[in-house]
């Protein structure tokens, strides 16, 4: 009985005068586009893979990543202000996820919720990083520029920082554009776009991008902050 | 009317898939700081190692459930599954290759450019000098691009 519903929904698939993907076309190519940003990201991370398999030392992120907004003056720290970071990721992706459903569900009030708060946690993401920066650079840290030594003790080369700036500076900028969507997305639901076009389409494809940003972190912070 | 309700239900289980999901997220994590935070007093490289294993391999499997029930993929036709799957496939060889060929180029240059493997077991002098060892560094790095 199953394999006769496959092959009849197979054949309606593939019959023409629809998509065989079974999404419309916006969504499709926004997976192609996440497809592609994926192979960018996964081309940085490895060169930073390569690179760091190539050096006999790396300097030791957790005494590299220690201080916190507010903090005292050599505090040490480690991993506290990244995992709060992620934290803020993961939450805007889930209320991402309940914009896009009570989009599905033409419930334009919960839409608009869920997507200032997403905007709110991205917002939130953007100014833990660009403290984090301002920290690193008073610090010394800039690109071309590394005043951490390796994790036993012998001088290391720029190309931590040069790799640290460049990856998360792509990623903070992913971040950045990703709010710029929502906040479009925000006034057209509140504009009563949607309600016009009597869909909430648009939301879902916006809705890929901000998790796309949220899964580069998860990369991004495991290769940087904990290995 | 039934067509409502049955909307409603879907509605339901949705959220709690996602309540599951975020879950599913926030112990993996918790997993992985609490390792981190442990491979912080570890010193043998065997057991450092293993560690870092288990932590790619839980950032995979958030890697999974983001993608899968976030971006919704594991709900979509099987075909659009393949076509954005199968690609990305690519990334085995990507991180094999690369990998073993940065880890090559160092045991290399450690082999046959006794300069450079001196030159990476001189240990800095700690913190007081800060502003010298800037300075110094500079000339190092240029050093080494030559070689």
Not at chain 1, 78 to 106: C, E, H, N, R, Y
Request: glycine share 6%.
């Amino acid at each position: 009985m199953s394999t006769t519903t496959t092959a009849t929904t197979t054949t309606k698939l593939w019959g023409g005068g629809r998509s065989p993907f079974n999404v419309e076309y916006g969504k499709l190519m926004m997976w192609y586009f996440l497809m592609s940003d994926a192979l960018t990201f996964g081309a940085f991370l490895i060169s930073y893979g390569t690179i760091r398999f190539s050096t006999n030392g790396w300097p030791d992120p957790n005494k590299v990543f220690k201080s916190y907004p507010f903090a005292a003056e050599g505090v040490n720290a480690p991993l506290v202000f990244v995992s709060i970071m992620t934290f803020i990721l993961i939450i805007s992706s889930v209320t991402m996820v309940l914009a896009v459903q009570a989009g599905k569900d033409m419930k334009k009030k919960a839409v608009a919720i869920n997507l200032i708060l997403t905007i709110i946690g991205g917002l939130a993401f953007l100014s833990c990083q660009a403290w984090e920066w301002n920290h690193l650079h008073n610090e010394g840290a800039w690109w071309g520029m590394n005043p951490f030594p390796n994790a036993d003790g012998t001088a290391s080369s720029t190309n931590f920082t040069n790799y640290f700036f460049t990856i998360t500076g792509f990623h903070g900028f992913h971040v950045f554009s990703g709010v710029i969507i929502n906040i479009i997305m925000l006034i057209m639901t509140l504009t009563d776009q949607f309600e016009k076009r009597g869909h909430y389409l648009m939301i879902e494809k916006a809705g890929l991008y901000w998790h796309f940003v949220d899964l580069v972190w998860v990369f991004v912070f495991t290769c940087f902050y904990l290995i | 009317m039934s067509h409502t309700a049955i909307h409603e239900d879907h509605s339901a289980e949705v959220k709690k898939e996602v309540v599951r999901v975020t879950i599913i997220l926030s112990v993996l994590t918790i997993i992985e700081l609490a390792l981190g935070f442990f491979m912080m007093g570890i010193d043998a490289p065997g057991t450092r190692l293993l560690i870092k294993g288990i932590i790619v391999i839980l950032m995979l499997s958030k890697a999974f459930y983001i993608v899968a029930y976030f971006m919704h993929l594991k709900h979509e036709v099987r075909n659009l599954i393949m076509t954005i799957c199968v690609p990305l496939c690519l990334f085995f060889w990507f991180i094999t290759a690369f990998l073993y060929d940065g880890n090559s180029f160092r045991n290399l240059r450690n082999t046959y450019d006794p300069h450079y493997k001196e030159q990476s077991t001189i240990k800095v002098e700690k913190k007081e000098l800060k502003h010298e060892e800037k300075k110094e560094e500079a000339p190092v790095d240029t050093q080494r691009r030559t070689d």
